[in-house]
T-cell receptor, first 113, second 111 residues
Framework: AQTIHQWPVAEIKAVGSPLSLGCTIK??????LYWYWQATGGTLQQLFY??????VESVVQLNLSASRPKDDQFILSTEKLLLSHSGFYLC????????????FGPGTRLTVL | GEKVEQHESTLSVREGDSAVINCTYT??????FPWYKQEAGKSLHFVID?????DRKQSQRLTVLLDKKAKRFSLHITATQPEDSAIYFC??????????FGTGTRLQVLP
């Protein structure tokens, strides 16, 4: 069975500080990977997706970047946090065929002060 | 780009009644429409989906209807139970790797 793990569970960071969030998928080779951001009480905004190692596509520009250093790992980062980065960050994976359901990780709650 | 509007922000029904959540989309290229459920403070999990080559799909108490002409799709839940209480998000995919979500509907099933 596939499992998806996100770290950390929660973060409290200062404006202007760097950030790195991680996501690991076990039990599935070559998954499509996604990052989403959800403002408190809001909808989900797709940030990035990746269909293969080393290749990441940006969907929206929010002063964030993403990388896929390994087949099972997806990293979200920024060098300088903004207040507007606060929210719930979700990583998801889907099988490597088109139009399939996505499986979401437990999420990381980020508070920027 | 694609925009998905979810018409009901909140919906309250009595246990055992039916609930309907309606969504509209703008991009005729969208051909995949998943629904996800989010319980309070938790992540999302998949509920049901429909592809544009059909106009109806049923899974147990859930039915999704798709009207491509009107660019409208809906989730029908019959015989609602307290555990159905959650936020439901509709979504549309205009291409294989992009997903645009609606704003969510908070469904409350009252005893």
């Amino acid at each position: 069975a596939q499992t998806i793990h996100q770290w950390p569970v929660a973060e409290i960071k200062a404006v202007g500080s760097p950030l790195s969030l991680g996501c690991t998928i076990k039990g599935k080779s070559s998954p499509n990977l996604y990052w989403y951001w959800q403002a408190t009480g809001g909808t989900l905004q797709q940030l990035f997706y990746s269909i293969t190692v080393g290749q990441v596509e940006s969907v929206v520009q929010l002063n964030l970047s993403a990388s896929r250093p390994k087949d099972d790992q997806f990293i979200l980062s920024t060098e300088k946090l903004l207040l507007s980065h606060s929210g719930f960050y979700l990583c998801a994976w889907s099988p490597d065929w088109v139009y399939a359901e996505q499986f979401f990780g437990p999420g990381t709650r980020l508070t920027v002060l | 780009g694609e925009k998905v509007e979810q018409h009901e922000s909140t919906l309250s029904v009595r246990e055992g009644d039916s609930a309907v959540i309606n969504c509209t989309y703008t991009d005729t290229a969208s051909s995949y429409f998943p629904w996800y459920k989010q319980e309070a403070g938790k992540s999302l999990h998949f509920v049901i989906d429909i592809r544009s080559n059909v106009d109806r799909k049923q899974s147990q108490r859930l039915t999704v209807l798709l009207d491509k002409k009107a660019k409208r799709f809906s989730l029908h839940i019959t015989a609602t139970q307290p555990e159905d209480s959650a936020i439901y998000f509709c979504a549309a995919s205009p291409n294989t790797n992009k997903v645009v979500f609606g704003t969510g509907t908070r469904l409350q099933v009252l005893p």
